[in-house]
């Protein structure tokens, strides 16, 4: 008899929040900065040294709890994980065990047509690790510190998936999420995103979970799928050899696709937890909860079913527009400008989509004017310059947030207006073409395009084809006539 097996996944997932100071003093959380350069006494451990809690990380905290539907406790505290490593300067992390910020939540995934709510056990504040790097050239390791009290939230998932799609649906959901809430950029190539996925297999049917694995630090979506289906064929082989699967940490290396054992996996146990006493515990009141929750923005769900309803968009283009909070809002402040929802989106969905994805940009970094855009389309709509011109002064806006008009009459790209010589060219290219045009008169429709684009080209692009088609239909009704 063959048997079955489901696979049962939970999520550790650490994100970085974007405050400008570390979570216990005052250095700078910038990216990409020399290494050491964001440094002091606190975040390196120094004896002696003590640690402030940061306020705005508790508000990003609360935030995320409430947009994650999670029980907010009034009362929590730090505590401290005990362990070596040469990236965590003091030999222990100031993290949450015993009364953690948020408890009991859920995200709502889809996966298909499918819904499903994802519970969420926990999520807590702590403080990041410093950054190990290993230079094979001078067979060394070096340490920089300039990571070391990041604030994080770490957010713990119930074994609720089943499978990397799911897995990947509940990641995505809660990037976008926290994205919404702009307190994190979610970056997993910068690793302000990370995630520990813990995986183990059952038979098909069977009530109680097999022994778990933690695969640490996975920071790409595609990683993630890889290291998942890796995981679960090799528990697979190994409950078929009738050996049984070790409960431990792993490491999925992504150009093997293959994981190796790391260390034993830990319990609570084993970090020798204790409440931090350099730091009181936290107590937060109604009041504070009430200001974070009005403070919330409109989030993607609700953003999403309002352009259905105030701007007749579809559903399909509603979500496309809504995935990211930067490009929704770029868009409603160009409608202020621009009055038809369903052609702005059409530029958004098309050309501002191009040109993010050939720029290599987020949504976040796009610098023009929407103004700019409105005014663009303003033009295309009252026939001052064609399709082709909009495309091509789009880009000069996308790029340098060119002011469109002053683009358009510098470079001499308005559609000449004078029906008299449009009416000549479309003469000359009908004489010219005779033969073409006798067969658009039979019935082959697919040649005035032809025709319409021989005038084009007489008129080096300044004329509206509209116009020309109409031209072209005038002459044949004439004909008709005769």
Not at 136 to 148: A, G, I, K, P, Q
Not at 328 to 335: D, I, M, R, S, V
Request: net charge negative.
């Amino acid at each position: 008899m063959i048997r079955e097996y489901e696979t049962v996944i939970g999520l550790e997932v650490h994100v970085e929040l974007n405050t400008k100071m570390k979570i216990f003093c005052g250095c700078s959380t910038e990216f990409g900065a020399e290494p050491n350069t964001h440094i002091c006494p606190v975040c390196t451990g120094m004896p002696g040294a003590l640690p402030v809690l940061n306020k705005k990380v508790v508000e990003y905290a609360l935030a995320a709890g409430e947009a994650l539907h999670c029980r907010v406790n009034r009362r929590c505290r730090f505590d401290r994980k005990n362990y070596f490593y040469p990236d965590n300067p003091q030999n222990y992390q100031i993290s949450q065990l015993y009364l953690p910020i948020c408890q009991d939540g859920w995200l709502e995934i889809e996966t298909g047509e499918e819904k499903k709510k994802i519970r969420i056990h926990e999520m807590h504040m702590e403080e990041d690790a410093g950054k190990l790097i290993h230079d094979e050239w001078e067979d060394c390791t070096l340490v920089d510190y300039n990571r070391s009290g990041v604030p994080l939230l770490e957010i713990v998932s119930e074994p609720d998936m089943s499978g990397k799609e799911e897995v990947l649906a509940y990641l995505d959901k809660l990037r976008t999420t926290l994205k919404y809430l702009g307190i994190s950029d979610c970056r997993l190539q910068e690793g302000s995103m990370r995630a520990d996925v813990n995986l183990s297999v059952r038979e098909r049917g069977s009530k109680s979970l097999g022994t778990r694995t933690e695969m640490k630090n996975l920071n790409s979506f595609k990683a993630i799928a890889r290291a998942i289906d890796g995981e679960r064929e090799r528990q697979i082989e190994l409950l078929e050899m009738g050996r049984a699967v070790e409960q431990e940490t792993r490491r999925w290396d992504d150009n093997k696709e293959s994981s190796r054992a790391m260390r034993s996996k830990e319990d609570a146990k084993d970090y020798r937890y204790f409440p931090d006493p350099d730091l009181p515990e936290l107590s937060i009141d109604r009041q504070w909860i009430d200001r974070i929750r009005k403070s919330l923005p409109e989030m993607r769900e609700e953003k999403q079913q309002r352009y259905q309803e105030q701007y007749g968009l579809s559903e399909y283009d509603a979500r496309l527009l809504t995935q990211s909070r930067p490009l929704a809002e770029l868009f409603e402040e160009t409608l202020r400008w621009y009055g038809d929802p369903k052609k702005a989106a059409n530029w958004f969905l098309g050309d501002v989509q191009r040109l993010l994805k050939e720029n290599a940009l987020e949504p976040e970094q796009i610098t023009f004017s929407p103004e700019y855009l409105g005014e663009l389309l303003n033009m295309l709509d009252q026939g001052t310059i064609n399709q082709p011109v909009a495309h091509q002064v789009f880009e000069q806006i996308f790029l340098y947030n060119t002011e469109p008009r002053a683009y358009v009459e510098a470079r001499g790209l308005a559609l000449v207006q004078d029906t008299g010589w449009l009416k000549e060219l479309v003469i000359q290219v009908r004489n010219r073409e005779a033969e073409a045009f006798e067969k658009w008169l039979q019935g082959q429709e697919k040649v005035l395009g032809f025709l319409v684009g021989q005038v084009m080209k007489e008129a080096r692009g300044k004329a509206d084809p509209v116009q020309i088609k109409k031209l072209f239909l005038e002459e044949k009704d004439e004909d008709d006539n005769h």
